[in-house]
């Protein structure tokens, strides 16, 4: 029996309100909470209500601290394409956050695998994650966890789907200039989190579907979500509107 609850909202506005919400509340009860963050679209409004929320003194990230999914292997941080970049100018450069409490996957490491797993660790030393903002690719990857043989325990390195590299692409001039790995916490890294908060946009309702109801197994990874006794997902009925 799937434990997952399911909250359908008409717009990306009303999405990003609840996910802010949650996510303010957890800081309030526990200011020095560790926060699981995640890059794409979806998260983007929610971000922007979080530092509103900080410019207005409801929310201080004075003691917070952030753990991101992934990161793309061979991107610096400096570059707008990395999701360190993402992050610094979507939230963390906006927010009262110590930079160096915030940590994201080093994706010009020299060896990739001792990356994977220092990140672990810190991740543990940390005292693990209180609450994991996720997306969702189409082909129900979480983090980049793609559809595999099974499911990762660690952080570990990636290669990329071709549909998620498809995806991803838009963001980059070159289709080759794509990279083809990542680091992404893995799927017990994930697990470990005392609460999961998963967003998505119409196109991602027929996996969230298939997440939530469909069998537990590697071929859609967010289905291990089942297993977990604290996932809301987020699920809005239309796209975000253009900013005018
Ligand atoms: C990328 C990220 C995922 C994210 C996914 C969905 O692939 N690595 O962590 O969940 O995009 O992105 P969006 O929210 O833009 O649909």
Excluded: W
Aim: charged residues 25%.
């Amino acid at each position: 029996m799937s434990h997952i609850r399911l909250i359908q909202v008409e717009t990306y506005e009303e999405m990003s309100r609840l996910a802010a919400d949650r996510i303010s509340a957890q800081i309030q009860r526990k200011p020095d909470s560790v926060l699981g963050l995640a890059t794409g679209s979806s998260p983007v409004g929610t971000y922007q209500l979080l530092v509103e929320g900080c410019a207005m003194g409801d929310l201080d990230f004075s003691k917070i601290r952030t753990v991101n999914l992934d990161e793309y292997c061979g991107l610096a941080p400096e570059d707008p394409r990395s999701y360190r970049y993402f992050m610094d100018y979507h939230l963390f450069n906006r927010v009262n956050i110590e930079k160096k409490n915030t940590f994201v996957p080093d994706g010009l490491a020299e060896d990739p695998e001792a990356e994977a797993a220092a990140y672990e660790r810190r991740i543990e030393s940390m005292g693990g994650v209180d609450l994991q903002l996720l997306g969702i690719g189409h082909n129900g990857h979480i983090g980049f966890n793609e559809p595999a043989e099974g499911f990762a325990p660690n952080t570990h390195v990636v290669e990329l789907a071709k549909r998620t590299r498809e995806a991803n692409a838009k963001f980059f001039d070159r289709p080759e200039d794509m990279p083809r790995f990542a680091l992404t916490m893995g799927i017990g890294s994930i697990l470990r989190a005392r609460k999961i908060l998963l967003l998505g946009g119409p196109d991602k309702a027929e996996i969230m579907d298939r997440a939530m109801h469909g069998p537990v197994s590697p071929d859609v990874p967010a289905s291990v979500l089942q297993l977990h006794p604290d996932v809301t997902f987020l699920l809005c009925a239309q796209p975000p509107q253009k900013r005018k």
